[in-house]
Every structure is written in C-alpha cells, then in structure tokens.
C-alpha cells in the first residue's frame, strides 16, 4: 500500500460518504437535517474529487480500467456497500466515519508531502461543521449496532498498528499512525471506542476492510454514469 492508494481509498469513501448522505436530503428528521444531508452530501463530492486530483502529482494513479465494471474494485468501506435504511446510521456514519476520514486528512496535511499540504488544508475548515452535526446527533442518543459498527470500520480504517499507514508516519509523509489516529478520534468525540476485536489477517490493505463485498448495482451504475445513459435519449440514425 503506497501513499496514492491511501489517498484513493480517502477519495472513494468520501465520494460513497456523499452519495449516502445526499439519500438522505428528503428523509430526514427534521427540515434542519435534510438541509444538513445536502450540504454535507456535496461538500464530500467535491472533497473526493480534490483528492481524485491529487493522484497524478503524487507520482502514481492506481486506478484502473476494472473500475468502470467491478464495484468490487472501488476501496470504500464496508458500511457503504447499501444504502442506510435507518437514521441512526447515518448519525454514525457522520459522527464517526466522517470523522475519522478527517483524522486521516489532518495527517496528510501535517505530513511531508507538499500537494496534500496545500490541496487538503481547506477540507480540514469545512469538516468542521460535519463533525458538530454528526456530535450534536450522536449526543442525543442511537442504536448501539450502527455505532459499534461505525467504530469497528473507522479502525480498520486506519489500518494495523505495526502496518503500512505506520511505516508512512515514520517516513513522515503521514503526521500520526493508526494509534494516534484512533486516539484523536476518541479525543474529537469524546468517547472512547468500543472494545473491538480485529482479524488483521482477513484486512485486506487496499480496500482497507476485512468485510467481503462491494457497493449495490444501482449506486454503482450512477457512479459510472449508467443511470443516466439508461434513460438517455439515443442518436438518431441518418
């Protein structure tokens, strides 16, 4: 795992973080949170493709053409595979999985590389009203699944203690590790997480998760464009 696919994998789960969200700007609790959902939904797709952007300078761009036809070869997480059937999943996806996505952004910014530096410092200004949002909900009280759930991902998430996203802080293109990364997100939320028990041998490095699948057909058709070249007028023929 190099620095580009860590960056790709931010931008992917930041890209399905906004489209999950933006499924919510209508259904809602409250006229105040559907707002909230489209905002949120398109501050993170246009943070994802900032981060897109940042694949070419960086010296490498892993993405390949098994993209346009295997969702299975997009690195979200495993808690964006389908959409959210109930508001508490989305209060911990954006309590704690935007928030942790934030941690990993804060160490690019005060790592070593310069295009992360400079591209990805504003993210950090305009992730502050998401963390409120997501801690305003979390404090009012959720279901106990979706958060635990939420917890567990945003650890594997960040990776193994002794892994690659640690040989990246050494080398100093990353500002902390996974246990400082865990650590700031317990600081963030104030709360620590849930005792969570790992098979680092079934993580797979690249999608960052150890859970089997991938994103629905039809999310992922709309990410493709399908969708929309489904109902698509065709050319005439001369």
């Excluded at 996505?101 to 160490?107: G, P, Q």
């Excluded at 865990?182 to 849930?194: H, K, M, S």
């Excluded at 680092?200 to 399908?226: K, N, Q, Y």
């Amino acid at each position: 795992m190099s620095l580009p696919d860590l960056v790709l994998s931010i931008a992917d789960n930041k890209q399905m973080l906004g489209l999950r969200y933006a499924e919510w700007a209508t259904r809602a609790p409250s006229l105040e949170a559907d707002i909230a959902a489209a905002a949120m939904g398109l501050d993170d797709l246009g943070h994802s493709r900032v981060l897109y952007g940042c694949l070419e300078p960086l010296g490498a761009d892993p993405r390949g053409p098994e993209r346009e036809s295997d969702a299975g070869s997009l690195r979200n997480l495993a808690y964006f595979d389908q959409p959210w059937s109930e508001w508490s999943q989305f209060v911990a996806a954006n309590a704690i999985l935007d928030t942790a996505f934030t941690v990993m952004i804060e160490a690019c910014v005060g790592g070593s590389v310069e295009v992360l530096q400079h591209r990805l410092r504003k993210m950090l200004m305009e992730e502050r009203y998401h963390f409120l949002h997501g801690r305003s909900w979390l404090r009012s009280g959720i279901d106990k699944e979706p958060l635990e759930r939420a917890w567990r991902e945003a650890i594997e998430f960040f990776g193994p203690p002794d892994g690659e996203t640690e040989t990246l802080r050494r080398d100093g293109k990353l500002s902390m590790g996974p246990a400082q990364q865990r650590t700031r997100l317990e600081e963030q939320l104030e709360a620590r997480a849930p005792r969570v028990d790992i098979d680092w041998r079934a993580w797979d490095p690249i999608r960052r998760r150890t859970a089997r699948g991938a994103i629905d057909e039809h999310t992922f058709g709309m990410l493709r464009g399908l969708e929309e070249k489904k109902y698509a007028p065709t050319a005439a023929k001369g």
